[in-house]
C-alpha cells in the first residue's frame, strides 16, 4: 500500500458544457485556493509523481485532472493549444471554481499560461514548470534523437529516462525512482493517452504560435522553473520568459532536465509553497 495521498485519492466525474465528461482528483488541505494542475504531453492524472504531489497537498487542495479526450476523460481530443484551454476552462467552470491557483508542467505550462490569460479574474497565481511562453525568438529545438523518440507511438521506461532525465547516475536513479512511484497507479490503470489524442497534441505543439508576444500581460505572480539540461524545451526559454514577465521568479535545477520537478520533489514542492503563499 502506498503511503502517498495522491495514490489514495478518488477518482470522480463531472459533465462538461458539450456532455462530455472530466475525470479528475481533488486532495489535501482543503478550505484555501486549490492548485489547478495541467500535464504534459501524453500525460494523465496517473502520470503526477505522488512524491511531488505529497508536500503540495499538505499545504492546499491540489486538483489533477484530464482534459477532453484524454485517458479517462470523454469528449473530442483537443486539436490545439487553444483548445486545451477552453477544455481546461469548462472543466473550472463545471466545478464552480472562481479563485485558483495554476500550474502546467511541459505542454501543460503552455495550457496554463492561456487559462491567466483568458480568465484573470479567477488566476491569482501562476507556475510554469519546464516549458516556453511560445515563439520564444532564437530557442533551440530539440535534437533529431529527442525528436525521434518523442515521436514513438509508444514511450518505454528507457525514453522517459533519456527525455527527463540527464545522463548522470544520480539524475538516472533519481528517474528510475520517480518511475517507481508512479507504477502504484499505472500497474493497475495503464492510463494512456490514445492515439488519436496524441496527434491532436502533436499537432497542437508544432502549430503553436506562441505567448510570447503577450508575456506582459501575464501581470499575475508567475513562478517559472526548469531544469538546465532540458534536452524537450531548452532552459533558455525560461530566462527568456524572465526578461518579459512583470511579476516573475526563476528557479533553474543546475543538475535536471525536463523532469526536474519529479528529481527534486520535496525541493521543488516547497518552492511552489512559499511561492503560493507569498
Known sequence: MSAYVADAAETRYIEGPLGECFAYRRFGRAGGRPLLMHMRFRGTIDHWDPAFLEPLAAEREI??????GVSLSTGNPPASIEDMVEGSLAFIHALGLTDIDVLGWSMGGMVAQGVALAAPEIVRNL??????????PDLPPPSARIQQIMAKPVNAAEDFLSLF?????????????????LEHRLKDSQ???????VRGQLGAISSFKGYW???????????VANGAHDVM????????MSQKLPNAKVILYSDAGHGFLFQHPDDFAHEVNRFLSA
Open 127 to 136: 507556475v510554469v514548470a519546464g516549458s516556453s511562453a511560445g515563439g520564444v
Open 213 to 223: 508576444p503577450r508575456q506582459e500581460e501575464l501581470t499575475l505572480p508567475v513562478l
Open 233 to 240: 524545451i531548452h532552459a533558455y526559454a525560461t530566462y527568456m
Open 191 to 197: 492510463a494512456v493517452v490514445g492515439p488519436e489524442a
Open 165 to 181: 532525465f540527464p545522463e548522470t547516475k544520480e539524475a538516472t536513479a533519481a528517474g528510475r525512482a520517480s518511475l517507481e512511484r
Open 63 to 68: 486538483i489533477v485532472f484530464d482534459n477532453r
